[in-house]
């Protein structure tokens, strides 16, 4: 169960362990659990080490494989699809009000993320001092000059 709130850095933890622990199970558990059911099950009617691969096509074994290969796709698409749904549907609980009950906005009683933020003081590192744009060169240059002061602000900003 997911107890609310949460930091971020713990909930993307926990959506990284819950996707590797179901990654898990849909790749080695669930799929051996099923190859080794069906080989049990057809293992005395179907040969499933066939050494001529026409014998192979025109065989009953193979529209088996299939039909089982598509029954799995299938399955797995749907899984993946109601997956999708039950996680917007989860978000949507904390952010959309019911329009059912004439609530133009609404927000959940108990918030899903907790976001700590903190100021770090600046180092001595200061904005480097700057002339005025030259307004009479070209525009062109006046404008490339503006891009580069905004990408020294960005990696100054960064810095701190």
Same mark, same amino acid.
């Given at each position: 169960?997911?107890?609310?709130?949460?930091?971020?850095?713990?909930?993307?933890?926990?959506?990284?362990?819950?996707?590797?622990?179901?990654?898990?199970?849909?790749?080695?558990?669930?799929?051996?659990?099923?190859?080794?059911?069906?080989?049990?099950?057809?293992?005395?009617?179907?040969?499933?080490?066939?050494?001529?691969?026409?014998?192979?096509?025109?065989?009953?074994?193979?529209? &088996?494989?299939?039909?089982? =290969? !598509? +029954?799995?796709?299938?399955? *797995?698409? %749907?899984?993946?699809?109601?997956? &999708?749904?039950?996680?917007? =549907? !989860? +978000?949507?609980?904390?952010? *959309?009000? %019911?329009?059912?009950?004439?609530?133009?906005?609404?927000?959940?009683?108990?918030?899903?993320?907790?976001?700590?933020?903190?100021?770090?003081?600046?180092?001595?590192?200061?904005?480097?001092?700057?002339?005025?744009?030259?307004?009479?060169?070209?525009?062109?240059?006046?404008?490339?000059?503006?891009?580069?002061?905004?990408?020294?602000?960005?990696?100054?900003?960064?810095?701190?």
């Amino acid at each position: 169960m997911l107890k609310l709130p949460n930091e971020l850095l713990e909930m993307k933890q926990k959506q990284e362990s819950h996707h590797k622990a179901t990654a898990l199970n849909i790749m080695h558990r669930w799929r051996e659990f099923l190859v080794g059911e069906i080989a049990d099950k057809l293992k005395e009617d179907y040969n499933f080490f066939e050494d001529d691969a026409e014998a192979y096509e025109k065989s009953q074994l193979k529209r &088996i494989i299939l039909r089982f =290969d !598509f +029954i799995m796709n299938s399955y *797995l698409r %749907n899984f993946v699809h109601q997956s &999708i749904y039950d996680w917007v =549907d !989860f +978000i949507k609980s904390f952010t *959309l009000p %019911n329009y059912d009950s004439g609530e133009l906005w609404t927000r959940s009683k108990t918030p899903l993320l907790v976001i700590s933020l903190s100021y770090k003081k600046p180092s001595k590192d200061k904005r480097p001092k700057r002339k005025p744009i030259d307004e009479t060169l070209p525009e062109e240059e006046q404008e490339r000059l503006r891009q580069e002061r905004l990408k020294e602000d960005e990696e100054f900003l960064y810095r701190l």
